[in-house]
């Protein structure tokens, strides 16, 4: 059992370094296009299927879909205050409104 989440591990390393090499040698889209494969989502679909079923699969895509608004607002903030208010604090700024946002739609849905 334990080595199924050194697997789970291992392989996120593994998309980890990559997108960090290949945006650290100017190749930003090419990093992009990595971190934003299915790979991972198939990855934790398949071992959510294995571990809970279709109905949790079914439930962790409903929230990937409803927590990509606020992922968006994180990625707009580092694409604009990044140049204009700096690399730390757009990064906090960033975070600060995905998790606003998340906690604004996660108590939204109860309603």
Do not use: C, D
Not at 50 to 73: C, N, T
């Amino acid at each position: 059992m334990a080595i199924k989440y050194l697997f789970y591990f291992f392989f996120g390393g593994v998309i980890v370094s990559t997108v960090t090499y290949f945006a650290s040698h100017a190749k930003g889209l090419f990093a992009a296009f990595v971190a934003n494969l299915p790979v991972i989502t198939l990855i934790t679909f398949f071992t959510i299927y294995l571990e809970s079923g279709q109905k949790e699969v079914i439930s962790y895509a409903h929230g990937l879909l409803i927590m990509l608004v606020p992922w968006l607002a994180y990625i707009f903030a580092i694409i604009f205050l990044t140049p204009r208010i700096g690399f730390f604090p757009s990064i906090l700024l960033g975070v600060f409104l995905y998790l606003i946002g998340a906690y604004l739609l996660i108590n939204f849905r109860r309603f």
